[in-house]
């Protein structure tokens, strides 16, 4: 009987999880330290999961990754002139990149080469996007979208 209570209150647990998404801040503790600590890495977890949302500062070529989440949305912005991203600085291996284009006056752009695996040159128009993979050498396209 313990033991299917103690999987019912990890199911609810995990439940109030998933829906709480960013906003979990705490939880009250519950007569089980196991369930207890199982909650604790959960949140952990998801805490981690949720993504940064950064803009990318007119001309920048090569936005920074430090302290980032495993998933970054980047805005770009209205650059004053072109600007072609070269690459991320500071990626991990593992992390994606979600860039949303943020303006229609000279658009931020990634060329398809050694840096970027896309299947065309990408513009970041305005509302666009492109989610990219980092896999330690080269960031992968894994979607776009041109709106």
Do not use: C, H, W
């Amino acid at each position: 009987m313990k033991r299917i209570i103690l999987i019912t209150t990890l199911l609810l647990l995990t439940t109030a999880i998933a829906f709480a998404g960013e906003n979990l801040v705490d939880f009250e503790e519950t007569s089980i330290p196991v369930a207890n600590e199982i909650f604790r890495e959960i949140r952990k977890d998801v805490e981690n999961l949720t993504p940064r949302y950064i803009t990318i500062a007119d001309g920048d070529t090569s936005p920074d990754m430090v302290g980032m989440q495993p998933i970054t949305v980047f805005t770009t912005s209205s650059n004053t002139g072109a600007t072609a991203i070269t690459t991320f600085d500071n990626v991990t291996e593992g992390q994606i990149i979600i860039l949303i284009g943020g303006s229609a006056a000279n658009s931020s752009t990634l060329a398809d080469g050694a840096v970027f695996f896309l299947t065309a040159n990408f513009t970041a128009g305005l509302n666009d996007s492109l989610i990219l993979y980092y896999n330690g050498s080269v960031f992968i396209q894994l979607s776009v979208a041109n709106n």
